[in-house]
């Protein structure tokens, strides 16, 4: 049997008067005219105050949560305060609940749609990664059996150019991988001492010549014989070493400067890369790390990169519980610092 809120506090009223009148009546001093309309009376304030306190109290604040779920389906958050002057606190709570889920809820279906964003991003950008040194490895190949294989000069040159191509491919998709492998935190640092000198001599030595056909000059800032031992898997920081510099080389001026440095702290040593550059533009600073990201979206791959080197220093450098930080100012250069731990021998 479903009730209304006037049929509850009709009943209501109908016992409470009834026991009223039934011990009234045991008073010899009321007439039955009395009796009459102390059961009237009775009746009646009992009706007002049941019905009100059912329809402020419980019925009221239902419609208020029937109208709030109206509100959620538009996905109307904010809150707008009942117009019961009485408040059924556990409906309050209630409707207060049910808002705070549906922002909840709104705010994994926002995330997911940025996942989303960024997934067809990731699949565009990797399409055009590959398909790049793909199809020019493909447009050599096709070139040498159309009838180039006759020349040699022609032949060694193409499969040269073609070897090239799928060099890079190569490389483009051991970055992924890796990247991957960080994202999934299936890579573990082999972490042992070694001294961060040497190797940056050795990242120098590798980069001298791609920094000499753009006349930059490359400065490592350590004294005659020093050392700076660290604590940190070797293999993966040689290659944040060769990204960082690689990178400044890449977005350098000519005839410009890079500089590595190393700090000593009480516990960590402080790796900087500094150059002359061009600088970095505030809009573009925190985007940097991202994955194909390129400042100026006009350079070709071999003058910028696939955009997936710095992403993965980020992830190298914070895998030893560090972080890069950036400091740039247009036409005045780039510093990127990051910390690492001492040699425990240190």
């Not at 059924?88 to 909840?104: C, G, T, V």
């Not at 964003?117 to 493909?138: C, G, N, W, Y």
């Not at 710095?310 to 950036?326: D, G, N, T, Y």
Request: a positive charge.
């Amino acid at each position: 049997m479903n009730l209304n809120s006037r049929s509850l506090a009709l009943l209501t009223a109908l016992a409470v008067a009834a026991v009223l009148t039934a011990f009234l009546a045991l008073a010899s001093y009321f007439s039955s005219e009395g009796l009459m309309v102390a059961l009237v009376l009775v009746f009646i304030c009992c009706f007002l105050l049941v019905y009100f306190s059912y329809e402020a109290l419980v019925f009221r604040e239902i419609k208020n949560l029937y109208s709030s779920l109206e509100k959620i389906k538009r996905q109307e958050y904010k809150k707008v305060e009942g117009r019961s002057i009485f408040t059924a606190d556990p409906l309050r709570k209630i409707k207060d609940d049910i808002f705070l889920i549906a922002e909840r809820k709104q705010q994994e279906i926002d995330e997911l749609k940025h996942l989303q964003v960024m997934r067809r991003e990731f699949l565009a950008d990797v399409s055009h990664e590959l398909k790049t040194p793909i199809f020019a490895a493909q447009g050599f190949i096709h070139t040498l059996l159309d009838g180039a294989m006759d020349d040699p000069a022609v032949r060694d040159k193409f499969l040269q150019k073609a070897a090239n191509s799928l060099d890079g491919l190569d490389t483009l998709v051991q970055d992924l991988l890796s990247i991957s492998q960080f994202e999934t935190g299936v890579v573990k640092m082999e972490k042992q001492d070694f001294d961060a000198v040497q190797l940056m001599r050795e990242v120098f030595e590798q980069l001298e010549q791609k920094a000499a056909a753009r006349q930059i000059h490359l400065h490592l800032d350590v004294r005659p014989n020093e050392k700076v031992m660290l604590h940190a898997d070797p293999n993966r920081i040689r290659q944040v070493f060769i990204n960082l510099v690689d990178n400044a080389i890449k977005y350098g001026r000519d005839g410009g400067n890079i500089w590595a440095s190393f700090t000593e702290g009480r516990k960590r040593y402080t790796i900087t890369v500094k150059d002359d550059g061009a600088g970095i533009a505030e809009e573009h600073i925190n985007r940097i790390f991202e994955r194909f990201y390129r400042i100026e979206k006009s350079r070709s791959r071999d003058r910028g990169g696939s955009g997936l080197g710095l992403a993965i220093s980020k992830h190298i450098v914070e895998a030893h519980r560090s972080f890069i930080a950036v400091k740039s100012e247009l036409g005045k250069g780039t510093t990127l610092r990051f910390k690492l731990l001492k040699a425990k021998a240190a």
